[in-house]
C-alpha cells in the first residue's frame, strides 16, 4: 500500500502538525500544571478563603472583594504566562537547537517556513489546550464560589486576555530570538536582552548623560511615557492596572506578528549547519557582543561612580566593564575560555568608540545640555512650575506663551553662563520643568532654575497665572472645599502650622476667603501670603473614620488643599485674628527655654545690580556682603520689618508667583551680637530666602535674618537713602 | 540524473567543498569515498537540501534541490548519526515519514521490517547502534524515494547485516529504479556494490568513474623471465604505471583492456605470465599515485 499524498507546500503541514502535536503532549501537560497552579488553585483558594469569611458580607462588599482577589491572582498569573512564554518559544525552535534534529527536519520535503510555521502553531495548541482546560475550571470555580456574575467576569477576562497578550509577547521575542540562535541556553538569554536591553541601554545612557548635565530632564526621559515602549515587561508594569484598550492589544499583537514573521525571515536565511552555535549568524554574534559590551561597560562606570561620586573611579568601571565583558562574550560566543582575547583588535576600537560617545554625549560636547528651542520653532510645551507635577499633561501651543518660555529659559541660560545669580533661593527663584515640542515633534524635556531677577521670568509667570487653567484648578480645589462644608464633616484647621483645636467655623471662613479671593490670576497669586490655613484633618462625624488631607477626600493636588491668606484679605485676616509679628524672633538658649531677641541691627543692602560668580556651595550668591548696604536705624527696621511676612509659611503656589522687589534686602540682627564674636556653632536655613546665624557669646545669643520685600512695599524714602 | 555544477561549501573560513563538479546517473549505485574531513557529508547534506551551497548548485534532472519540496519528496537522506524523535517507536517514526514523503509504503515498511526482524513499537532509544542504524535504512526504503543519500550507512552494521543491507539497496535499484548514493571512508565496503565511485579529498572530487571500466582498463601481470631485462625495457611496452622487479620475477600494473595487456607482455616473451585482476584498493592506489597523491592519506 502506498500513501498517495502529495508533499505541502502551504504554509502549514496538517499531517507535520499532527504529528508535531502528538510528539508535544508533555508540553500540554506543562501549560496546564503552570495555569493550574497560577490561575484554578489560586482561585479555589482565594475565592474559598473569602467566602468564609463573608457570612457578613453584603453581596455587593462580597462581589466587590472577589473582584479584588481576581485581580491579585491574574498578577500572579501574568508572571507565570511570561515564562510560559519562554518556555514555549524554546519548544518551537527546540529542533534547531541540535545538529541532528536540524538536518533531520530540513531534509524532509517541507518548506523552511512551513517547518516553522508548523511548529509554531503546534506549540502555541499545546499551550492553549493546557490553558483552555484551566479556564473551564475556573469558570467552574466562579460558578461554585456564587462569582460568576458580570462584574468578575468583566474584570477577569480583560485581564486575561492582557496575560495572553503577555504571553504572546514572550513568546514571539523567545521565537525571534531562538530565530538567530544555535542553542537553547542562548536563546533564552538572547530573550531576556531583547526584553530588557532597549530599556536598559537606555536609562544607563539618561544616567550617563544626567551625571554630566543640569539642565537635562531625565525625569521626562526616564518616564513611564518613554520606559514603556522599550520592554513589554516595562509596558506590562506601567499599564496592567489601566483599562482594556482594544488599539494597545491590537497594535501588540501586530508587533508580535511582525516578531514571527520576524522570526520567520531570519529563520529562511540561516545555515542549517550553524545549529548549536550561539548565535548563528558570525557578524551578528560580533554585532551582538559589542551592543551588549556597550551596555556593560556603561553601568559599570556608573556602579564604580557611585561608590565615590568620582570621575576616575567611573572610567575605571569603563575600563573592566569593557574588557571583562568582551572577555565573557568572546568565552559564550566561542564557547571556549581560550578565546576570550579573540578580536582584541575590536576591544581598541571598542574603547576609542565609548571614549567618543562619553565625550560627546557624556559630557555634552554640543551643548544640547542648554538648548532651548525657539519660539518659532516650537509647536507646544507641557509645563510645570509647581511642585505638585499636576500641570504637567497641561499642553500650551499659544504663541504667546510658548515665546515667553523660550525667551525667560534662553536668557537664564544666559544668566547661567554669565555668572548671575538671584540673592535668595526660593523666594527668589522658582522651578520649570518643560516638555518643549519642536516643530518637528521632537520633545525637549529641560529642567531649570529660574531666577525671578531673569529677564522675562515676571512676564512668564504672568502668562502663566493668567491661563485660564490656573482658575480651573483653582475652582477644583474651591469645590472641594466646598463639598467638605455641605456633607458636613468635621474639618480640624491648622493656621500658620499651628493645630486651632476648633477655634474657627470652617465654613464661615471659607465664606470670607471665597469673597475676598476674586480670581486667580497673576495680580491675585502675586501678592504677598500672611497666612495659610491647611485642612488637616477631614472626618466623618458618624464613624470617625478620617480621611486626613483634602488631597484624599478630593483629587486634588496636595498643593491646592492650602488657602493661603493674602495680605490684602483684610476680612479674613481679621477673623483670623493673627497676632504673631515677623519681627519676633525667638530662640530656644542652653537651658532649653524659648527666648525671644530684640532686634539689634538693621541693614538695607541694594541688590539692583546683581552679583557674579558662583560661591562655593553652588549657583546662589550666600553672602550678602557682596552687595552694597547701607546702616538704618533699628526703628526704621522695625517699621520696615512690620511690612514683610513669613516667607516660611508660603506654599509653593505662594512661592512660585510672589512678586519681589527688586531693589533691596532688609537685614536684621537679633540678639546680643559682640563685635568679636567668635561663633563656635553656626547654622542657616535659607530655603525660605531667611538666613540664621547661631552663635554662643559670654554675652549671650544673637541671630541675623534677612528678608526680601514684596513688591512694592519699599517706601521711597528708603530707595533714596539707597541711592 | 544528478548533476553537481561548481558546488562550493564554507564552514566560516573553512573550506569544505570546492568547486565540486560531478553526474551520477539514475539508476547507479554511487559511492563517494574520502578520508575524514574530506567533506562526504557535507556534499550528501548540500544533494538533499539541507544545506544552501555557497556556490554552485545540485540538479536533478535540471532541477534545484534547494527548497524544493517536490524533489526532496523524492530524496531520503540518511545520516551518520541518525536523528530519532524522542521516545518514538519505529512505527512513530514511520508514521511521521508516511505523513510527510508521499510515495512511503507501508507494505514496503512491513515487508523489511520481517527482513530486518525488528520491532515497530519498541522505542528505538533501546536498540542498539545497529539497529539503528537498520531502522533508518527501513524507514529510507520504506519511503520509495528516488534517491537515497546515504551517509556511513554500514558502519556499525555487521558482516550480515551489511550483505543485506546492500542485497536490498540493490533489489530496490533493480525495482524501484532507486539511485543510491553512498558515502564511506573505507573503499572495500564499496567494491561489491558500487557500479560508480567518486574519490572526495580536501573538498574536491578527485576522479569519478565507473568501477567495471576501471578495472577493465588496469591490470597486473607477474611475469618470469629466464633472461636479463630490465625495467626500462619493460616500461617500453608503454602504459605501465607500476613495475617491480625481484631476480628473475617482474610485476607490473599496465593500463589497457586485458588483451591488449596480454599483447604487449607477450611481446617481452617472458617464460611465464599471469594477469592478475586489481582490487578496487589497488585501483585507487595506482591512480592516486599516478596523479601524484599518496594513497593512503588520501583515504586511509
Known sequence: MTTQ???????????????????????????????????SVPIMMMLGDLQERSLNWTVKKYIGRAAETMQEILVLHLVFMFILGIYFGVISLGYMMKRRSAHFYHALPQRRETLYTTSIVSALLCAVVGGLINLCIALVEMGVYSVLVPEILGVFFPLLVKNIVFFLAAYAITVFAGSFSGNG????????????????????????????????????????????????????????????????????????????????????????????????FKKLGTVLKFMLMFTVTMYA????????????????????????????????????????????RGLAVFAVAFALYYTVFGLDVFGMDDYV???????????????????????????????????????????????????????????????????????VARHYTVSKYTDGAQEFLRLYADDARMQAQMDKAFDAFERVIEGGYTVELRVNNV??????????????????????????????????????????????ASYYALHNFADIPYDLQYLPVY????????????????????????????????????????????????????????????????????????ELGDMLV????????????????????????????????????????????????YGTQESGYYMDNAYVFPLGYVPEEVKALLD | MIKICGVSKFYDDFKSLDAIHAEIADGSIFGLVGSNGSGKSTLLRVMSGIFRADSGEVLYDGENVYENVALKDRIV????????????????????????????????????????????????????????KQAAILLGIAAKPRYLLCDETFDGLDPVMRQLVKRILADAVAEHGLTPIIASHNLRELEDICDHIGLLHKGGILFESEIDSLKENIHTVQAVFSREIGIEEIARIGGTVSIKQRGSMVTTVVRGTEDAVREKIEGLAPDFYEIIPLTLEEIFISEMEERGYDYTKVVF
Open chain 1, 646 to 693: 513669613n516667607c516660611s509659611r508660603y506654599t509653593t503656589l505662594s512661592r512660585v508667583f510672589f512678586a519681589l522687589d527688586t531693589d533691596c534686602v532688609l537685614y536684621l540682627e537679633f540678639g546680643d551680637k559682640s563685635a568679636d564674636s567668635n561663633e563656635s556653632e553656626e547654622y542657616y536655613y535659607d530655603e525660605y530666602g531667611l538666613k540664621y546665624y
Open chain 2, 77 to 132: 537522506y540518511l545520516s551518520d548519526d541518525q536523528f530519532f524523535l524522542p521516545n518514538a517507536t519505529l512505527g512513530d517514526m514511520a508514521k511521521l515519514y508516511a505523513s510527510v514523503y508521499s510515495s512511503f509504503s507501508w507494505e514496503e515498511y512491513n515487508k523489511l521490517l520481517n527482513i530486518f526482524s525488528l520491532s515497530s513499537s519498541r522505542k528505538i532509544a533501546t536498540f542498539s547502534k545497529g539497529m539503528q
Open chain 1, 185 to 280: 541556553v542562548v536563546q533564552v538569554l538572547m530573550t531576556v536582552v531583547i526584553m530588557a536591553y532597549p530599556i536598559a541601554t537606555y536609562e544607563g545612557m539618561i544616567l550617563l548623560h544626567n551625571l554630566h548635565t543640569t539642565y537635562f530632564y531625565s525625569g521626562y526621559y526616564g518616564s513611564d511615557k518613554i520606559m514603556q515602549w522599550l520592554s513589554p515587561i516595562a509596558y506590562a508594569g506601567y499599564n496592567y492596572w489601566g483599562e482594556f484598550k482594544i488599539l494597545p492589544t491590537l497594535l501588540a499583537l501586530l508587533v508580535i506578528a511582525v516578531l514571527l514573521l520576524g522570526g520567520m525571515a531570519i529563520y529562511r536565511g540561516r545555515a542549517i549547519e550553524n545549529s548549536e552555535r550561539p548565535i548563528v
Open chain 1, 5 to 39: 499524498k502529495l508533499s505541502s507546500e502551504k504554509l502549514l503541514d496538517f499531517s507535520l502538525f499532527k504529528n508535531m502535536t502528538r510528539r508535544r503532549l508533555p508540553h500540554i501537560l506543562v501549560a496546564f500544571l503552570v495555569n493550574f497552579f497560577t490561575l
Open chain 1, 301 to 344: 562606570g556608573l556602579f564604580f561612580y557611585a561608590i565615590n561620586e568620582s570621575i576616575p573611579y567611573m572610567i575605571f568601571g569603563f575600563v573592566c566593564g569593557a574588557v571583562l565583558s568582551f572577555m565573557l562574550f568572546n568565552t559564550i560566543l566561542a564557547k571556549s575560555p581560550k578565546a576570550m582575547f579573540k578580536g582584541i
Open chain 1, 567 to 638: 495680605a490684602d484679605m483684610t476680612k479674613t485676616i481679621a477673623y483670623l485674628d493673627l497676632e504673631e509679628s515677623v519681627l519676633e524672633q525667638t530662640y530656644e538658649n542652653e537651658f532649653g527655654e524659648v527666648v525671644s531677641a530684640p532686634l539689634t541691627a538693621a541693614y538695607i543692602y541694594d541688590t539692583r545690580e546683581p552679583v557674579t560668580g558662583a560661591t562655593s556651595e553652588g549657583r546662589y550668591v550666600e553672602n550678602l556682603d557682596e552687595y552694597p548696604r547701607i546702616e538704618i536705624s533699628t526703628e526704621l527696621g522695625k
Open chain 1, 499 to 544: 493645630y486651632t483645636e476648633g477655634q474657627y467655623d470652617f465654613a464661615k471662613l471659607f465664606k470670607l476667603y471665597k469673597e475676598e479671593y476674586g480670581i486667580a490670576n497673576y495680580e491675585r497669586l502675586s501678592k504677598p501670603v500672611v497666612a495659610t490655613v491647611e485642612i488637616h484633618n477631614i472626618l466623618i462625624p458618624e464613624t470617625g
Open chain 1, 373 to 443: 528651542p525657539s519660539a518659532e520653532n516650537l509647536s507646544r510645551a507641557e509645563i510645570t512650575v509647581l511642585s505638585t507635577g499636576d500641570y504637567e499633561d497641561d499642553h500650551f501651543d499659544d504663541p504667546e506663551m510658548l515665546a515667553a518660555l523660550s525667551t525667560m529659559l534662553q536668557n537664564q541660560n544666559k544668566a547661567d553662563s554669565d555668572g548671575v545669580y538671584a540673592p535668595y533661593r526660593g523666594v527668589a527663584e522658582f522651578y520649570v520643568t518643560a516638555i518643549m515640542y519642536t516643530k518637528l515633534g521632537i520633545p
